[in-house]
């Protein structure tokens, strides 16, 4: 998906809040529930706690 590309890509972590407003088109809600998702599998990490959360991906050798 999209949002695992972008943050597969990113060189440095991202916010929800860095996320959101480069998919206009999907509702922050949804954004949230694909960020869970990702992370529920492993494909990603969250760093932080509350609005400071940032994602990164996962390295490669904790994926499945």
């Known amino acids: 998906n999209r949002i695992h590309q972008l943050i597969e890509r990113s060189l440095e972590p991202l916010s929800k809040s860095d996320i959101v407003p480069l998919f206009s088109e999907v509702s922050q809600k949804n954004v949230e529930r694909v960020l869970n998702q990702l992370k529920n599998e492993n ?6 706690s509350g609005r400071a ?6 390295p490669m050798n904790l994926e499945d």
Request: glycine residues 8%; aromatic residues 8%.
């Open 43 to 48: 494909k990603i990490i969250m760093m932080g």
């Open 53 to 58: 959360i940032k994602y990164v991906r996962t």
